[in-house]
């Protein structure tokens, strides 16, 4: 469970999310990239980040993922968590997130942008709530609204899940399903 507690502007932001759009390297991943000789790329993902996505998404608040790779892997970890927006060789995020924002119908302000490097910065300055990972760079760092306890690819993404879903009241019924089909005896 997440135990940070955010302050009154914080929440506010963390409620009004309808859109939480997310880098891949360094934010869904650790930020390593590993080539094989056959020019093929593998990434790690973390389950839990699949299953807050997952969950998120069942609460009311969509998923996007704006990349400047192109990659296959990432292609499938989006379909397996119900990625609603996808954009991959995006050299230019503001563009892609402009793109996003006219194609949801949402304002910028009901969105979140996760990112790590200051190639996110454009789309994280012009979003309604900027996130980040710690070992971020100082300039990302000192634009982000919130930093996660947690680093890329180790379960940033589920933290920031869980804050949107404790923030809009939605946590405690995404959890009851689990705790409903348990078995609990004394």
């Known amino acids: 469970m997440t135990t940070r507690k955010l302050n009154t502007e914080l929440l506010a932001r963390f409620k009004n999310i309808k859109l939480l759009i997310l880098d891949v390297d ?10 094989g000789d056959d020019g093929q790329e593998y ?4 389950v839990h980040d699949g299953l807050g996505m997952k969950l998120l998404r069942a609460s009311g608040v969509e ?13 499938k970890r989006a379909e397996s968590t119900g990625v609603a927006y996808f954009y991959q060789g995006a050299e230019d995020k ?12 949402l304002q910028a302000s009901q969105c979140a942008f996760m990112g790590d490097d200051v190639v996110d910065l454009p789309p994280m300055l012009n979003c309604g ?3 980040t990972v710690p070992d971020s760079p100082a300039l990302v760092l000192k634009h982000a609204h919130y930093v ?7 379960g940033a993404v589920r933290e920031v899940c869980e804050l949107i879903m404790h923030a809009q009241g939605t946590f405690e019924t995404q959890m009851a399903q689990f705790l ?3 078995r609990v005896t004394n």
């Not at 360094?26 to 080539?35: A, H, Q, R």
């Not at 996007?64 to 790779?69: D, K, V, W």
């Not at 996660?148 to 180790?154: E, F, N, P, R, V």
């Open 129 to 131: 709530l900027a996130l």
């Open 148 to 154: 996660t306890a947690k680093s890329g690819g180790q």
């Open 94 to 105: 503001l563009a892609a997130f402009d793109d996003l924002i006219s194609k949801s119908g």
């Open 43 to 46: 990434k790690t993902f973390h």
């Open 180 to 182: 409903t089909r348990a």
């Open 63 to 75: 998923m996007a993922i704006i990349t400047g790779r192109t990659s296959n892997v990432v292609k």
């Open 26 to 35: 360094g934010v869904m991943t650790n930020g390593g990239l590993t080539i």
